[in-house]
């Protein structure tokens, strides 16, 4: 109680003292403020994203489940396939549950409201291996198959007013009616933020193909008391077995040789690339506050220094250093008191318009607020900073002040001079470390705008839309012929150039890969090269400004028959046939009687972004020589024009036209696409500059404020 009253006593007294030096107290408070409240801010979204558990039963059980097979053609890792499903569902003394899971966009009807949606396909067991059950109604059963749908507590209220009765009721999800038997809680969102509809899928191992790896994302529920490494090693082992039980051929047991599964913590898995943006964040912010703890110290030796005479007289009349430390460290508290006073309403107005900002879905981010743990770091940091700025002035005057007083000096020290300017010095060195830091990044994002990606980026649009059965459009040929058809329709809009149309459109979708069999190869069908496919037609290539080096371009007669003509990137001609002419090449796909004959050779391009290797892709035409092996309604529409932005409206209504109750949707100009793959490193470079910027202004103020003292000092002289 003594010592409390001491405490409180000191306080009133440093409140009396900093009120009536108010240009010190607002500078003091101002800057520790700005430094304390980017440290709040930031921190809520690294709580937020990096610390806050899943919102699972048991989240730190849970993994996610990939693969790598080192020395193989395949990516350096990779989903899994789905005979790894059944088999680590066995192993049911390290794995509780096992599930699947995916997300795509898919079209929603409601009556007239038609959007493409968030959605996913799991299988069934995700709800129980993630330990969650619908706040509404009931989980689907198997024998429902995959007619019975979930919706997303979002979904619920903004498109059914969360009326309970929308139980029971069926509408066109995922391509067909289904019935909506559950309503998910507001937490659940998985796998991504913003995901709406989930119809679980079921896969049996009956006529399955082993070997068709990167499209089975798997998450589990480990047993209590496993760990990943146990994981990791009864699963390589189960791996080796695989080609016995499933058969497949000597390529994949190959591969599976070479298998090592890939388990991390899910968190980690959804958090991905954001995690390290968010801590250089982080750093950047940290940095910030040591600038203004530096600049705040400065300010508490220059106002201690001041009053050596006042600390030595009571020194001299019986005051311990403890008393003097405890009267300087009064004055720390109360300024750090009132910066996070400032703090924690600033980053409470900042922090919704930083989070709108960032880039992509990150798991956790929509979560990001100013709650109990924020409140909690906040006070933690501001008594830290109290600490940090006023013990090293409090202790320095305490044990000079009976010196100075005998001395008779009112200036500051040889020491305690060379301690300002080392801070000075030192913030400074910081404020350029961002600056420098912000600068490199800077440099990456001009070397990536001034990459050449294979095609054009300007004055081009992309979109699509689904035409479907409503439309009376059924089968390959009838909607090949309807896509050509709405491309003529297209060229007619005042302002087009050119138009076509690719399955998945450059930086905005990834394409599939396929083991090519070529004419030449011996031994088993999955044993080819492994290059990337799509399909594209009417005036792709040049609506694009992607270069034909050899050949032709797909004509109308490629789509509208089955020909089995082909069109192969630079890459995959020198891969597939290398030293060899491409032209009149033939191949099959795996397990296919079909033979493609390639007729054009184009540049490589860059499908995923601008910072990864092209990759080798071939580029099939809409119908395929068997009309029952593919076909799909919703491919990407390239329109070319100077007006590229202004066509949106008028596309619509010609799409109205032609197809009423399909929605419109990936609606892009190419430059939207371009920014949209180096959105995380313009954020990241932007905010760090931003950062960078702060601390070198609050740099320039330090530096004020000591040549200011310095040049006071000298007043006499």
């Not at 405490?7 to 408070?29: D, M």
């Not at 030293?579 to 391009?605: H, K, L, M, N, S």
Request: hydrophobic share 45%.
């Amino acid at each position: 109680d003594g010592t409390m009253r001491k405490w409180i006593r000191e306080l009133r007294l440093a409140a009396r003292s900093l009120g009536r030096t108010p240009g010190f107290t607002a500078t003091a408070v101002v800057m520790l403020g700005l430094g304390v409240g980017a440290n709040v801010g930031i921190f809520s979204i690294v709580d937020a994203v990096l610390l806050e558990p899943l919102p699972f039963e048991d989240p730190d059980r849970l993994v996610y489940i990939g693969g790598s097979a080192p020395g193989t053609d395949l990516p350096e890792e990779f989903a899994g396939s789905s005979e790894s499903l059944f088999d680590y569902r066995e192993q049911t003394d390290l794995l509780e549950d096992v599930a699947t899971y995916n997300v795509f966009t898919a079209s929603l009807r409601v009556e007239d409201r038609v959007e493409r949606v968030l959605s996913s396909m799991p299988s069934l067991s995700l709800f129980s291996t993630l330990g969650v059950e619908p706040i509404l109604g009931r989980l689907p059963t198997q024998e429902e198959g995959e007619s019975a749908a979930l919706i997303s507590y979002a979904t619920w209220v903004e498109w059914f007013g969360s009326d309970p009765s929308v139980l029971g009721r069926t509408y066109e999800i995922i391509e067909r009616p289904r019935t909506i038997v559950g309503v998910m809680g507001p937490d659940f969102t998985f796998p991504w933020e913003g995901t709406m509809v989930w119809v679980p899928s079921y896969r049996r191992p009956e006529g399955l193909t082993p070997g068709q790896f990167g499209g089975v994302p798997l998450v589990a529920r480990l047993a209590p008391g496993v760990d990943e490494a146990q994981v990791v090693e009864r699963l390589t082992a189960v791996a080796r077995r695989m080609p016995e039980r499933w058969g497949g051929s000597a390529e994949y047991a190959r591969i599976m040789e070479r298998y090592r599964p890939v388990v991390r913590p899910l968190k980690e898995e959804l958090v991905g690339g954001a995690r390290a943006p968010v801590l250089v964040l982080f750093g950047a912010v940290v940095i910030v506050l040591a600038i203004a703890c530096a600049n705040v110290t400065n300010l508490l030796f220059v106002r201690s220094e001041s009053r050596l005479r006042d600390f030595a007289i009571r020194q001299a009349i019986g005051a311990g250093r403890k008393e003097l430390v405890r009267a300087q460290m009064a004055e720390a508290v109360l300024i750090a008191v009132g910066a996070g006073a400032i703090a924690v309403p600033l980053a409470a107005l900042a922090l919704p318009g930083f989070v709108a900002s960032t880039p992509g879905s990150v798991t956790g981010m929509s979560d990001a607020a100013i709650d109990a743990s924020t409140l909690g770091f906040a006070v933690a940091l501001c008594m830290l900073t109290a600490l940090g700025c006023g013990i090293g002035p409090a202790v320095r005057v305490t044990r000079q002040a009976t010196e100075r007083l005998r001395d008779g000096q009112r200036g500051s020290s040889v020491a305690g001079g060379w301690t300002r300017d080392g801070l000075v010095v030192a913030q400074t060195a910081l404020a350029l470390v961002l600056l420098v830091g912000s600068g490199l990044l800077l440099r990456s994002w001009q070397e990536l705008r001034s990459v050449d990606p294979g095609y054009d980026t300007e004055d081009l649009l992309t979109f699509q839309f689904a035409p479907g059965e409503a439309e009376g459009l059924v089968g390959p040929e009838v909607l090949a012929r309807f896509h050509l058809d709405f491309m003529e329709r297209l060229r007619a809009l005042p302002g087009v150039e050119t138009v076509g149309l690719v399955e998945n459109v450059p930086l905005d979708e990834s394409v599939g890969s396929v083991r090519l069999r070529r004419e030449s190869d011996v031994g088993e069908d999955d044993e080819g090269p492994l290059v990337g496919r799509t399909w594209t037609a009417g005036d792709y290539f040049e609506a694009m400004g992607i270069e034909l080096l050899r050949g032709r371009t797909f004509a109308d007669s490629d789509h509208t028959t089955e020909l089995g003509n082909a069109i192969v990137s630079s890459s995959a001609a020198a891969q597939l046939w290398p030293g060899e002419e491409a032209i009149g090449q033939r191949f099959r796909w795996p397990g296919r009687d079909e033979w493609y004959t390639v007729v054009g050779v184009v540049e490589d391009v860059m499908q995923y972004s601008l910072r990864d290797r092209p990759q080798p892709l071939v580029y099939f035409s809409l119908v395929s020589p068997t009309p029952d092996f593919w076909q799909f309604s919703s491919p990407g529409y390239v329109v070319r024009s100077e007006r590229a932005s202004e066509l949106v409206p008028e596309v619509r209504e010609l799409i109205r036209e032609v197809t009423p109750s399909a929605p419109m949707y990936r609606v892009y100009t190419l430059e939207e696409l371009v920014s949209g793959s180096m959105v995380t490193l313009s954020f990241t470079m932007t905010t760090l500059a931003v950062a960078a910027l702060l601390a070198l202004l609050l740099g320039l103020v330090g530096l004020y404020g000591i040549l200011s003292v310095a040049v006071a000092q000298r007043t006499r002289e």
